[in-house]
């Protein structure tokens, strides 16, 4: 018995299968991870080499992949989720073994938290030291995969040379699966360099799946919000991840709602829109409000720590929760929850929901900013809110900004006007110092038309400096803005509110203008009163730059306690 099938496969041409049986000599373990690479549609990889993984270094050098290596993994893996978060693909990341891999750790965690797709490849010891027993082998750990697969999102192995092609592919497709973020692949040393007869890996297929909301849910969300009096809306990092902030919009003047975004969703809704909330949502104001709501739509959010106002916020009316990250749905609130893309639950919602009129709901969001801006202005704080202003006119509209753990940055999140969606990025998923610089470096090679900032304290600088080589050695656009109060400026805050005095937050630091210098880069030291021009300035001119403010900065007061 016969079956005819159409089989939609691509066929190779005469040419291709003369290739496929004759492969070129010379090749190791190492080219069939590049060529993988290459046939997924990589084009930049990020990395740091190690004696584990030198067949795989050797074999990028035949290959037309650009390599940007920096000067610590960890900084490498910032680089790399700053790639991924710009241009929406996953950044491939070269590690090797033991140290040098357990070092991007904290990386991967922001990677994670924030939702940025990162495939990391690091080398193994040879496969005889495989399996948990005490070899000895340079570098070896019991079980190295372990110390990663609490924090990425999926590992993958290749123990043998046909594994590779696969396992990078099934890697590929789920760090571009939403919710994206980093995943992990292991190769041992001896299987990178031993020679291969396999054939040449050509284009491969590891297309990711997007997450469709349930029509029955859709449905009883739209019904929800079109008889709502008092619609809101939370946008979290998911509508921007998404490309959804046009959805977003559309939506929103729909059904008239009020959007605040988190700060992971900074730029998915227009700053100065009549519905804008802007992001303040560390204020009692903007908590009462979304309180008061009858019906709360949040999309793109886990209404975490940051976003709930440090868990005070307890909403009164009904959630209904769009979230591509299952484990996130209804984990801090009960709700509709709709597991789903945000674009496409987006695009859902508005085929289904009705026209709501509601003039009253642009004066409501006034007087919530209204309130906001009188809070502020008891507190003393016209140097903080000058600063950011300098910084908002001295960056071009459509250029990226990273954000390091700084006093600085925290203002930003609630109070800075990302102009466009997926410009300002901050190190506030997972929160670990250091993430500015090097962050902007791979953004800078994604996109080395527009000039980056980076913004930095003092503190979270030092764990970047050696990165002044990698922007001197890549020529690359990142003007680097070091805030410098002379010790970790948060935590001496912090610790002063809770205990009466500081410990452990006063640091000795460099001379950054003459130490930026000394790696080549031009530097300036600025004042309030000039960092508008001098930022602009430093960010008009190619290459990196590094502009130091010597400031001593305060926080707005807590409305959480």
């Known amino acids: 018995m016969s079956h005819d099938h159409h089989d939609e496969r691509p066929r190779l041409g005469p040419e291709q299968i003369a290739a496929a049986l004759a492969p070129p000599p010379g090749r190791n373990g190492g080219d069939l991870v590049v060529e993988t690479l290459q046939g997924l549609g990589a084009t930049t990889v990020f990395g740091l080499p190690g004696q584990h993984a030198l067949g ?24 790399a989720d700053a790639y991924g978060r710009i241009t929406g693909e ?20 922001e990677a994670a938290a924030a939702s940025a797709p990162v495939l990391a490849i690091s080398a193994q010891v040879p496969v005889a030291g495989l399996g948990g027993g005490r070899h000895g082998y340079l570098h070896e750990l019991r079980d190295q995969q372990a110390s990663f697969r609490d924090i990425v999102k999926s590992v993958h192995i290749a123990r043998t040379a046909s594994q590779i092609p696969s396992a990078i592919a099934a890697a590929w497709e789920s760090a571009l699966t939403a919710p994206h973020g980093p995943v992990w692949v292991e190769i041992p040393q001896d299987v990178l360099l ?19 909301a349930r029509p029955e849910l859709i449905a ?13 809306v939370v946008a979290g990092g998911g509508v921007v991840r998404s490309d959804a902030s046009g959805k977003l919009l559309a939506l929103a003047e729909r059904l008239d709602a009020p959007v605040v975004t988190t700060f992971g969703g900074k730029g998915a809704f227009p700053w100065e829109h009549p519905l ?60 509709l929850g709709i597991h789903a893309d945000a674009r496409e639950a987006l695009s859902d919602l508005l085929e289904s929901v009705d026209r709501r009129e509601d003039p009253s709901a642009a004066d409501r969001v006034r007087t919530v900013l209204e309130a906001v801006r009188d809070r502020l202005a008891g507190q003393e704080l016209a140097l903080e809110q000058r600063l950011l202003a300098a910084v908002r006119q001295a960056l071009p509209d459509t250029s990226p900004s990273f954000w390091d753990m700084t006093i600085l940055a925290y203002w930003a999140w609630s109070a800075f006007d990302a102009r466009h969606p997926n410009t300002m990025h901050s190190a506030q998923g997972a929160g670990g110092l250091g993430y500015g610089f090097p962050a902007a470096l791979g953004a800078a090679v994604a996109d080395p038309t527009k000039p980056v900032l980076a913004v930095s304290g003092d503190g979270g600088a030092m764990y970047s400096i050696a990165e002044l080589a990698t922007a001197r050695q890549h020529d690359l656009p990142v003007t680097w803005l070091i805030v410098d109060d ?12 809770a205990f009466g005095e500081a410990a452990a937050t006063e640091l000795s630091r460099p001379d950054f203008v003459a130490l930026a210098e000394s790696f ?14 001098d930022l602009a300035k430093s960010l008009a001119e190619p290459g990196p730059s590094v502009v130091v403010l010597p400031a001593r900065l305060s926080m707005f007061e807590p409305t959480h306690l």
């Open 56 to 79: 795989l270094f050797d074999a990028l050098r035949r290959s037309s992949l650009t390599y940007v290596g920096l000067r610590v993994e960890n900084n490498a893996g910032f680089a």
């Open 90 to 109: 996953a950044a491939p990341l070269l590690l090797s073994t033991g140290p040098g891999a357990l070092t991007s750790l904290a990386a991967l965690q």
């Open 194 to 212: 031993a020679e291969t007869a396999l054939t040449v890996v050509t284009a491969m297929d590891a297309t990711p799946r997007t997450p469709h």
């Open 220 to 232: 009883v969300a739209a019904e929800l919000l079109s008889k709502a009096e008092r619609p809101a």
């Open 276 to 335: 804008s909330l802007q992001s303040w949502l560390e204020d009692r104001h903007t908590t009462d409000f979304l309180e008061s709501a009858d019906v709360l739509l949040v999309v793109g959010s886990g209404l975490g720590e940051l976003s709930s106002n440090y868990h005070t916020f307890g909403p009164r009316g009904r959630v209904i929760q769009i979230e591509a990250d299952a484990g996130k749905l209804e984990a801090n609130h009960p709700a």
């Open 486 to 497: 002379g010790g970790y400026g948060i935590l001496r805050e912090y610790m002063t509110d």
């Open 520 to 533: 080549g880069v031009p530097a300036i030291r600025t004042n309030p009163e000039t960092l508008a021009a």
